[in-house]
């Protein structure tokens, strides 16, 4: 049984790139949502995916930012010219759905810790 | 606009007592609440949830209490164990499926 897996789990970029994570859900998991944690602070929404479909985005979510899951699996969150106060955890979760029931539990993976210098 | 609010950041218990976790909440529209506990350099892990139609949930040594009126629920821990040391968030739901709005957080250290 594997969990939610999320690489890289660190990475320091320079002011300016641009950083790509991906996140792999729990197979058959058909959301998969995207959350942001910073220092003292829990996890705030940026994004979520019925699917391939995105259903919803947070305003935290500029447009430097975007996501993707394009075949319904995995999913890929860029950030592009990174700036210091991009510097988080960047935390993917996914969630089930039985007999078209919807679950509220969501189960996070262990994160992608991102630096931004 | 804290919808989810954990007012205490930091709690110490000793080994074998009760541990008691609160959270408020403002938003109406909430029908489900969870908790989840988090070590360091990991996720969140699911720990227990209630619905709102409820007021108790139990779960071995974790029982979860929702006081509706008063838009408040809290995580007791009986007895509180050394491994329950970790930062415990409140999270909160709308429907099934929907995003996650979380509190703060409050940090638990268990005293042999």
């Known amino acids: 049984d594997t969990g939610v897996s999320q690489n890289p789990r660190h990475k320091i970029t320079k002011r300016g790139q641009n950083v790509t994570f991906r996140c792999d859900p729990i197979?058959?998991?058909?959301?998969l949502y995207w959350y942001r944690q910073t220092l003292g602070q829990g996890p705030e929404f940026l994004t979520y995916?019925?699917?391939?479909?995105?259903?919803?985005k947070s305003r935290l979510l500029s447009d430097r930012f975007s996501a993707e899951r394009p075949k319904g699996s995995f999913s890929t969150l860029e950030i592009q010219r990174t700036e210091q106060g991009d510097s988080a955890m960047y935390l993917c979760?996914?969630?089930?759905?039985?007999?078209?029931?919807?679950?509220?539990?969501?189960?996070f993976g262990p994160g992608t810790r991102l630096t931004v210098t | 606009d804290q919808q989810v609010k954990q007012n205490s950041p930091s709690l110490s218990v000793q080994e074998g007592r009760i541990s008691i976790l609160n959270c408020d909440y403002t938003?109406?529209?909430?029908?489900?609440f969870l908790w989840y506990k988090k070590y360091p350099a990991e996720g969140p892990t699911f720990l227990i949830s209630?619905?709102?139609?409820?007021d108790k949930n139990e779960d071995g040594r974790f029982t979860v209490f929702l006081n509706k009126s008063a838009k408040h629920l809290s995580l007791h821990i009986v007895p509180s164990q050394p491994g329950d040391s970790a930062v415990y968030f409140c999270a909160a739901s709308r429907s099934s499926g929907d995003k996650l709005t979380f509190g703060t957080g409050t940090r638990l250290a268990v005293r042999p």
């Open positions: 209630i619905s709102s139609i409820k």
């Open positions: 938003n109406s529209m909430f029908d489900y």
């Open positions: 197979s058959e998991h058909n959301r």
């Open positions: 979760a996914s969630s089930s759905s039985r007999d078209s029931q919807l679950s509220y539990e969501q189960y």
């Open positions: 995916f019925q699917n391939e479909a995105q259903l919803e």
